[in-house]
C-alpha cells in the first residue's frame, strides 16, 4: 500500500545549454514548457524532493499531455535524479511512460534511492524540437514497500529423443519433465519439435492438432509434476502445418501459443507455414516470451518481446547456424550472451540433443549449462536482477529510455 504522496518542494528552470532553453512557466499544478522558436530545444523543469530516505523504495508518477509534439517517444522525456550530499548524483533513471486513451502521457517508474542519496529531482523536458509544448502536471514521489523477491528455478531438460513415433517422443518428453521435478525446479524448458523430433519420412511432419492427444498427455504431466512446461512440437491447423510453441501451466494446462515467425530453410521447402507473432504471457512469476531456433538470427524477436515486458525468453533449438567451425561452441555461447544483454532478460536455451544449453542472466553471464550426460542444467532466476551501467541506471532502463523509435522507420517500411 503506498504511503501518502509528496509533491515537489521547490522547481527551477533547468536546460542543457543556454540557447536550448525553452520557455518556462508555473500553472499550478501543471510545469509548462514550450519552444522558444529556435532550432531546437532541450530543457525544462527540475522539481526537487530535498528530504527523501536513503535505501527507501519509491514510486514516481508525473502526467503529462503534449501540444503539436512531432515524436511523443523523443520529444517528451522525465528522468528521476539522486543527489548525495555533495551535489554529485548517487544514481539516475528514465521514467518511462505509456500513452492513455484520452492522449495523455502517464509516467511511472519504481526504483530504490541509493544508499547515499539525500534527495531527488524530478527533470521534466522537452527536447529536441523546433515546435510544441506541453503540461507536466501533479508529479508525486511517494515511498512504498519494497517487493518480495522474485526468484524461481528454472531447469533445461533434453537428450537423444527415441525417434521411433510421436508417441515414444512424447513419453520421452514426459519423463524430461519429472527429472526437471526432481531438482527442483518450478519452470522446465524442453527441445524444439519434441513429438516428431528424429522421426524421418512422418505424414504432415508428425504434426498433431493442438490441443490434441499429445498435449494433453503434456498437460497431464505438467500437472503431475507441478512445474510449468515450455516446449514446441509440429501443429497440424487444417491444412497447415506450424514450428509452435507451447507454455503450460500445471494447473490451467495451455497458457500460451507461439507459431515460429522465421522459418529455416529446410522448414520452408517442406511447406511448414511460418507465424507473424510475438506473444507474451503472464505467468504466475512474471512475464515470458518464446523464440523458436531459426527466430534467434534475427535480432527483432527478441527486442519485440522484451520491449513488451517479457522478462524470460525461452529458446527451444535444434542448433545455429553461426555456430561452426573449431570455436563453433564458444561462438554458441557467445551469441546467446549478446542476446540476453541486448535485451537485459533472462534467456533460457534448450537444444534437442542434450549437449548444449545455457540458462544466461541479463549482463551476459552464464548462469547454468547443460550437463551432457544427463541433458539436464537448473538455476536460480532472480526477476529482480539489474545489470548496472558505469554511468548510472541499470540497461533494462536505459534501453527502453533511450530508444528512438521514429528513426527505426525503415525497418518497418515496405520493402
Avoid at 524430461?176 to 527441445?191: E, H, K, N, S
Amino acid at each position: 500500500m503506498f504511503d501518502e504522496a509528496q509533491p515537489p518542494g521547490r522547481w527551477e528552470p533547468w536546460s542543457a545549454r543556454p540557447e536550448l532553453m525553452p520557455k518556462c512557466q508555473v500553472n499550478d499544478p501543471c510545469w509548462l514548457i514550450e519552444t522558444a522558436g529556435a532550432a531546437s530545444c532541450h530543457g525544462g523543469w527540475d522539481l526537487h524532493w530535498d528530504h527523501i530516505e536513503s535505501d527507501r523504495r519509491y514510486h514516481v508518477d508525473v502526467a503529462c499531455r503534449g501540444i503539436d509534439v512531432p515524436h511523443v517517444h523523443d520529444n517528451l522525456h522525465a528522468e528521476l535524479i539522486w543527489w548525495r550530499k555533495d551535489n554529485r548524483r548517487a544514481d539516475w533513471a528514465h521514467v518511462p511512460f505509456v500513452l492513455t486513451a484520452d492522449n495523455i502521457c502517464e509516467f511511472q517508474h519504481q526504483c530504490r534511492a541509493p544508499e547515499d542519496a539525500v534527495r531527488a529531482t524530478l527533470r521534466l523536458m522537452l527536447r529536441w524540437t523546433d515546435r510544441g509544448r506541453v503540461a507536466w502536471c501533479d508529479p508525486r514521489l511517494t515511498p512504498i514497500k519494497t517487493p518480495a523477491a522474485r526468484k524461481l528455478k528454472v531447469a533445461i531438460a533434453s537428450g537423444v529423443f527415441p525417434g521411433t513415433s510421436v508417441d515414444a517422443n512424447t513419453d520421452f518428453a514426459i519423463e524430461l519433465i519429472a527429472a526437471a521435478a526432481d531438482v527442483g525446479a518450478r519452470v522446465v524448458c524442453l527441445p524444439e519439435c519434441i513429438t516428431s523430433w528424429r522421426c524421418p519420412g512422418m505424414e504432415n511432419e508428425g504434426a498433431r492438432p493442438i490441443p490434441g492427444r499429445e498435449t494433453d498427455k503434456l498437460c497431464r504431466a505438467a500437472a503431475a509434476a507441478g512445474l510449468d512446461v515450455v516446449c514446441s512440437m509440429n501443429e497440424l491447423n487444417g491444412k497447415l502445418i506450424h514450428n509452435t510453441g507451447l507454455y503450460i501451466d500445471p494447473k490451467q494446462g495451455i497458457v500460451g501459443k507461439y507459431r515460429k515467425v522465421h522459418l529455416a530453410v529446410g522448414e520452408r521447402w517442406r511447406g511448414i507455414t511460418p507465424g507473424d507473432e510475438f506473444p507474451v504471457w503472464q505467468t504466475s512469476y512474471g512475464s515470458v516470451g518464446m523464440l523458436i531456433c531459426y527466430d534467434n538470427v534475427m535480432p527483432e524477436g527478441h527486442r519485440i518481446l522484451a520491449q513488451k515486458g517479457a522478462e524470460i525468453l525461452f529458446l527451444p533449438i535444434m542448433g545455429d547456424p553461426r555456430a561452426i567451425g573449431e570455436h563453433a561452441r564458444e561462438n554458441w555461447r557467445r551469441i546467446m550472451q549478446v542476446r540476453a544483454m541486448d535485451n537485459h532478460v533472462w534467456f533460457v536455451v534448450c537444444e534437442n540433443k542434450g549437449e548444449w544449453g545455457l540458462i544466461v542472466r541479463p549482463d551476459g553471464e552464464i548462469a547454468a549449462e547443460v550437463t551432457p550426460s544427463d541433458g539436464l542444467a537448473v538455476a536460480e532466476i532472480d526477476l529482480g536482477m539489474r545489470y548496472h551501467s558505469t554511468i548510472g541506471s541499470d540497461f533494462g532502463n536505459r534501453y527502453w529510455g533511450e530508444r528512438r523509435p521514429h528513426v527505426y522507420r525503415r525497418l518497418v517500411e515496405e520493402l
